[in-house]
């Protein structure tokens, strides 16, 4: 297979990846939120985020240090967009945890 084209393939899973770690993260959080258990539901998509996104970088990567590295952009590129995309929610959808007194 062409080199490029494998590395612009390993370019888009590691966004695909980093897309499901990155978005599930931010639904983690929101359900963490208003859950009664959140460790438990934090720790628990930590565990099964951290695993696919290794999982998936190990098989991207195919023992070639190349894909590996555009995996990892992609990773890292898919983080701002996921970043950029929950910052745009309008105020009604953000929800805080209640403060204190």
Known sequence: ??????L???LAAGGGLGAVFFGG???TVRKGVSS??????IFGSLLLRGILALVGFYFVSGGQWQRLLACLLGFVMARL???WLTQTLPASEARHAPQSR
């Open 1 to 6: 297979m062409n080199e490029t084209l494998t």
């Open 8 to 10: 612009v393939l390993a």
């Open 25 to 27: 993260l931010w639904w």
């Open 36 to 41: 009664k258990q959140p460790a438990l539901w």
């Open 81 to 83: 967009v996921v970043t």
